[in-house]
């Protein structure tokens, strides 16, 4: 599994789908960082290819093709997540209908309902951090639940552990800003509450598909 390409003939299981999900995310990280270091250098591509270690672009090999192929990879990945904001939108069937799902669209709706009511919260760095990683779930969870390949429950596991770990950080930021006094104890109250559900639900959900796995290939 070199490279971590995914074999066709082969089911992957939740642990080579997360060190592949995390694969991807660090390539585009460090892409990005890189970007943004060296924007304005003159020799900027090739600094990024030697850093990247695309050495194949230090020998006049063009450059957005290797650009294009990290970002498909990010996308192949992540193509559920991609498309969440316009499904949001959209209320039709699939995964909007999924209870899970909707909890956590609701948990981000009421977090920018809170935000309007407290403006001071949108430049605060924990107020963010509980709305980027909120966001995060959702993401994650549509990604999870509209996957409609039922042979990569493996993918589906990771990606319900990615959104879990989205909602512990959200809790973490949560009881942060109770004790700056930047939200009210009945705020607080409202929020662990929808945050329980959603935790709650992404437990119940992972173990129903680790049971499926454990009943198909019998092992973890």
């Keep these: 599994m070199s490279g971590y390409e995914h074999e066709p003939d082969r089911v992957w299981d939740e642990y080579e789908w ?70 949001n939108a959209h209320a039709a069937d699939g995964f909007e209908d999924h209870a899970l799902y909707r909890a956590a669209f609701a948990l981000t709706v009421w977090i920018d309902q809170l935000f309007d009511e407290k403006a001071a919260l949108q430049n605060e ?47 973490e930021a949560g009881a942060q800003l109770l004790s700056l006094g930047l939200i009210t104890q009945q705020q607080h109250q409202v929020l662990q509450q929808r945050l329980f559900e959603v935790r709650d639900g992404i437990i119940t959900l992972m173990g129903q598909y680790r049971g499926e796995w454990l009943r198909r290939f019998g092992s973890l």
């Design 18 to 87: 997360e060190r592949f999900l995390q694969q991807q995310d660090h390539k585009t990280e460090k892409y990005m960082e890189l970007l943004e270091k060296y924007l304005d250098h003159p020799q900027r591509d090739q600094i990024i290819a030697r850093e990247m270690g695309w050495t194949q672009l230090l020998n006049g090999d063009t450059w957005s093709d290797e650009v294009d192929a990290l970002l498909a990879e990010e996308s192949s990945s992540d193509e559920n997540e991609a498309s969440v904001a316009e499904n």
């Design 125 to 171: 760095p924990a107020a963010v951090k509980l709305a980027t990683h909120s966001a995060l779930a959702s993401a994650k969870l549509a990604a999870a639940i509209s996957d409609d390949d039922v042979d990569e429950i493996g993918m589906t596991i990771a990606y319900l552990k990615r959104a879990l770990k989205a909602i512990t950080v959200s809790m």
